[in-house]
């Protein structure tokens, strides 16, 4: 998958039920618990064949309603800090604030997705360093377009959707050639927006990612409509490998990796079309 978070497949494993194996009677099968007690009279509390027979409770797993839940609290704690960032932070640090926060936002995801593994700690870390970004972010585009934060909260939420129902309704699906195309076109644009950030700290743009106020080329919109396009596909593919885990009977702890990485995928998803609308403003 595009997203680094859940793009390896096998991510999810199921969870299998443990037994406890009956220990074995003379005669090679399981001993009559009750064997030698009065008749009428059962065996003591505690004893009799449930003792062995009986299944011990598999382990919970990951549901729906839990990734939703786990995703809520990941999107609510980012959202906090982005709301804090935006109030709290003076104008002449916000750039170097969002950068320190999208570099520790960036670096985050692809520890996860080594470690296969997430946890409400990790999500609350990411949460707090991207909404560093996200707050920095939103408010310088803010202070030249009043009111476009809304409208890019509201275009991603109407994207998003749009996106579930494709998905859910017109069976859109990425098939795994066509993820490999999505998760090198990430890495590359990835790739191609640090250099010009790179550059940009040296003077030199190359016009791809233009500040407010600043010109728009041509290829800033393509630029622009690619990363949107990967959120998409990025964020269809996470539908599909948290239905995967939840078919497969993934343990309910790795719902948080779920809801890792579909924070990651929207929050690209709203800053792609943070600036795009800003193009359209201008």
């Known amino acids: 998958m595009a997203n680094p978070v859940l793009s390896t497949r096998g991510l999810f494993t199921a969870t299998q039920p443990q037994y406890v194996a009956p220990p074995q009677g003379?005669?090679?099968?399981?001993?009559?618990?009750?064997?030698?007690?009065?008749?009428?009279q059962g065996a003591p509390q505690g004893y009799g064949p449930s003792v062995w027979q009986t299944p011990t409770q598999p382990?919970?797993?990951?549901?729906?309603?839990?990734?939703?839940?786990?995703?809520?609290i990941s999107l609510g704690a980012l959202f906090l800090v982005a709301a804090a960032?935006?109030?709290?932070?003076?104008?002449?640090?916000?750039?170097?604030?969002?950068i320190i926060g999208g570099l520790c936002a960036f670096i985050a995801p692809l520890i996860v997705a080594r470690r296969r593994t997430s946890s409400p700690a990790v999500n609350i870390f990411y949460a707090a360093t991207e909404g560093l970004l996200v707050g920095a972010f939103s408010k310088i585009f803010e202070s030249y377009y009043p009111g476009i934060i809304v409208q890019a909260v509201l275009a991603t939420i109407i994207a998003a959707a749009v996106v579930l129902i494709a998905y859910r309704f017109g069976g859109f699906r990425v098939s795994s050639r066509g993820a490999k195309l999505v998760r090198t076109g990430m890495f590359a644009f990835i790739g191609v927006a640090l250099v010009n950030l790179v550059l940009a700290l040296f003077g030199v743009n190359l016009g791809l990612l233009p500040g407010p106020g600043q010109p728009v080329s041509w290829l800033a919109w393509l630029f622009a409509l690619i990363g949107v396009g990967?959120?998409?596909?990025?964020?269809?593919?996470?539908?599909?490998?948290?239905?995967?885990?939840?078919?497969?009977?993934?343990?309910?702890?790795?719902?948080?990796?779920?809801?890792?990485?579909?924070?990651?995928?929207?929050?690209?998803?709203?800053?792609?079309?943070?600036?795009?609308l800003s193009y359209i403003r201008r």
């Open 26 to 40: 003379l005669d090679g099968g399981v001993p009559n618990m009750y064997q030698g007690y009065p008749a009428g």
């Open 59 to 72: 382990a919970q797993t990951m549901t729906l309603e839990d990734v939703l839940q786990k995703t809520a």
């Open 85 to 98: 960032a935006y109030i709290f932070l003076p104008d002449v640090i916000l750039i170097p604030a969002g």
């Open 230 to 276: 990967l959120a998409v596909f990025s964020l269809i593919e996470d539908f599909q490998y948290i239905e995967a885990g939840i078919a497969a009977g993934a343990p309910r702890e790795q719902g948080w990796l779920a809801a890792f990485g579909l924070s990651v995928t929207l929050v690209w998803l709203y800053i792609n079309l943070l600036r795009i």
